[in-house]
């Protein structure tokens, strides 16, 4: 059976591997990119024309939902390393269990998260020091986010499916549409209806929805040529098992991620609401920047993986080497912008007349980030490259060293040099989060944890 039977799906285990990887990597960064837009223009919008004390109410609530999304989203990459090998391995009855597997244990969980974010959202923005002006306002957006979470993560799960079969043009098409749909939105329920954050939480799901429902249709028309036609309705126990012990430990990961950044989110808490509302610009134009460093780690993900599956080392091996004498000049060009540009990218954000302190310790925080990015692109290739493998309880490891020196180093750090000390804090929890990936990667012990064996 010829395996590209429709363009968009890419077979990586064949050609060079570095044109397959920014093949595949650029739709993904160009996905992502307009994923982040979604927070780009919620972060406009309020910052500009509801107020500083609204983007602090928003921005604090984003360590905490990232906590309980990102269990969900690890199940649903977990899953994605299991069908990407299977895909590589030619062996499309194991992958389409897989896939049953996959929305059987994301959407319980899923449901989960929605009661959890919820019933939680008042004693979480209280556990995280919130100041009582914008409670309210921090409660009300976490509670709506949460209510529709599910089609957040429905969009996720979809999309890995199409990307571990080598599709990553499609969930970028969708994306766009949906982005479009987010920033109209906005623009009409905080302009026009003057719904506060509550207006542009509802903007942002009624876009992930349409998001979800596009990949949906799309999978069920090209079913066949994606090789996911008669999906079994029930999966087997095995499956879940498996999608279960894979998925857990990259949840694991990123919640922990999560939990450094809501610890370290209590500590900024404390600084005021200028240093509030910088961090959450700051951190979003870091997030639209990292993008390009993920998008290149993640496409490795997908190349390991369907190598793994298909026995291929030495094309493993070369494809590292070669996404990493691309990955370092990239996060060289993107700490140059940082460093020289800084200050005019935080005023999309921020008014720099009623805003200038926050502007301020943004630039500090733009600074110091930028400087590290070569240190998390580094990162991010060796721990993708394992992910894809299979070999995830490594990547939970770093990911464990990685938040104990983040905490730990933020609140030594603030001892000394106050805010500038958490933001020091970050590149040198990424040196710690490195060393663990490149040690195992040179053990050679990774060569030994496909999951389809």
């Not at 949906?178 to 954050?197: A, E, W, Y």
């Not at 370092?328 to 020289?340: E, F, I, K, R």
């Not at 991010?380 to 020196?405: F, H, K, P």
Request: glycine letters at 10%.
């Amino acid at each position: 059976m010829a395996v590209n039977k429709v363009k968009k799906v890419r077979d990586m285990t064949t050609g060079t591997p570095i044109k397959a990887i920014i093949l595949f990597a650029l739709p993904m960064l160009a996905g992502n990119i307009f994923q982040q837009f979604y927070n780009f223009v919620d972060t406009t919008v309020v910052g500009k024309f509801v107020g500083a004390d609204a983007l602090a109410a928003v921005g604090t609530t984003g360590s905490m939902n990232a906590l309980l999304i990102c269990i969900a989203m690890g199940l649903s990459n977990g899953a994605g390393i299991i069908i990407s090998q299977c895909f590589g391995a030619r062996r499309y009855d194991e992958m389409k269990k897989a896939i049953s597997a996959m929305f059987y244990v994301v959407i319980t969980v899923g449901l989960v998260i929605t009661a959890a974010g919820i019933f939680l959202a008042r004693p979480a923005m209280r556990l995280l020091g919130v100041p009582a002006d914008i409670l309210e306002m921090s409660v009300l957006y976490m509670r709506i986010v949460f209510g529709f979470c599910l089609t957040n993560i429905l969009y996720n799960a979809l999309s890995a499916i199409l990307r571990s079969v080598g599709d990553s043009k499609t969930p970028l098409y969708m994306l766009i549409i949906s982005s479009i749909i987010n920033v109209v939105l906005d623009l009409v329920f905080v302009l026009k209806f003057h719904m506060g954050v509550a207006g542009v939480a509802y903007a942002t799901i009624i876009a992930q929805a349409v998001s979800a429902a596009l990949c949906g249709v799309y999978i069920i028309r090209h079913k066949h040529e994606l090789y996911l036609d008669n999906l079994p309705k029930k999966p087997p126990r095995y499956m879940i098992v498996k999608i279960i012990k894979i998925g857990l430990p990259a949840a694991m990961q990123s919640a922990m991620i999560s939990i450094g950044g809501i610890s370290v989110q209590g500590l900024i808490n404390s600084f005021g609401t200028s240093a509030m509302a910088a961090y959450t610009a700051s951190s979003k134009i870091d997030s639209l920047a990292i993008q390009v460093l993920c998008s290149l780690a993640a496409a490795l993900s997908v190349y390991s993986g369907q190598n793994m599956g298909a026995g291929n080392i030495a094309r493993i091996r070369s494809g590292l080497r070669q996404t990493l004498a691309v990955m370092v000049p990239v996060c060289g060009a993107l700490a140059l912008v940082m460093l020289v540009f800084k200050r005019q990218i935080l005023g999309i954000f921020l008014d720099s007349s009623a805003a200038a302190e926050a502007i301020d310790i943004g630039c500090i925080y733009l600074s110091i980030i930028g400087i590290g990015y070569i240190i998390a692109g580094i990162m991010q290739s060796y721990q993708n490259l394992l992910r894809g493998c299979g070999d995830v309880n490594v990547c939970v490891a770093a990911g464990i060293a990685e938040l104990c020196v983040r905490v730990g180093a933020s609140y030594l750090f603030v001892q000394f040099w106050g805010l500038t000390g958490v933001f020091i804090a970050i590149p040198v929890s990424w040196m710690c989060g490195c060393l663990i990936p490149v040690v195992r990667y040179y053990s050679g012990k990774w060569r030994y944890k496909g999951v389809m064996k």
